[in-house]
């Protein structure tokens, strides 16, 4: 059984996921507004991995007789001002779960359990999975705006 203090801090991650979602969603639908359709799609799909990773920790949890607590949201407007702007926020927003994200593990690792390290390893490969597909975007958003104007 997990102790409080890890409960506490999978909690903790899973609501980092579960924001997270709603800030690619919320973005995705501001790009999808302003005619930028393929970023729209990628951070929906973005987004559907937030609420699996959300999941599996929630299952996590559970299976380890601990209280999942699923907090709500408190989103702000998030203006869509332009496709480096958007990257940029969730940039941010990665860099944050991935700080948590590391801490947790470092102190798993002392305290926890082999099952919750392979949990943990495998949502970090997915972040910087995700980073990659951010900064493709990105770079493909730039390389078209920039033939555009040339």
């Known amino acids: 059984m997990m102790t409080c203090a890890m409960t506490q801090k999978l909690n903790t991650q899973m609501n980092l996921e579960f924001h997270a979602s709603h800030l690619y969603l919320s973005l995705g639908n501001g790009c999808m507004t302003r005619n930028l359709p393929g970023v729209g799609a990628l951070l929906r799909i973005q987004a559907q991995q937030c609420v699996t990773r959300m999941m599996r920790l929630f299952d996590y949890i559970k299976a380890s007789g601990g209280w999942p607590v699923i907090k709500p ?3 702000t407007d998030n203006n869509v001002v332009s496709v480096e702007d958007v990257i940029r926020q969730l940039m941010e927003n990665q860099a944050l779960r991935i700080c948590a994200l590391e801490c947790l593990a470092e ?7 082999i099952a919750i390290l392979d949990l943990l390893k495998i949502i970090h490969t997915e972040y910087q999975n995700n980073n990659h597909e951010l900064k493709k975007a990105l770079t493909v958003h730039y390389c078209a705006s920039v033939s555009v104007a040339c």
């Not at 102190?107 to 359990?113: A, K």
């Open 73 to 75: 949201v408190t989103m």
């Open 107 to 113: 102190e798993t690792s002392l305290h926890e359990g």
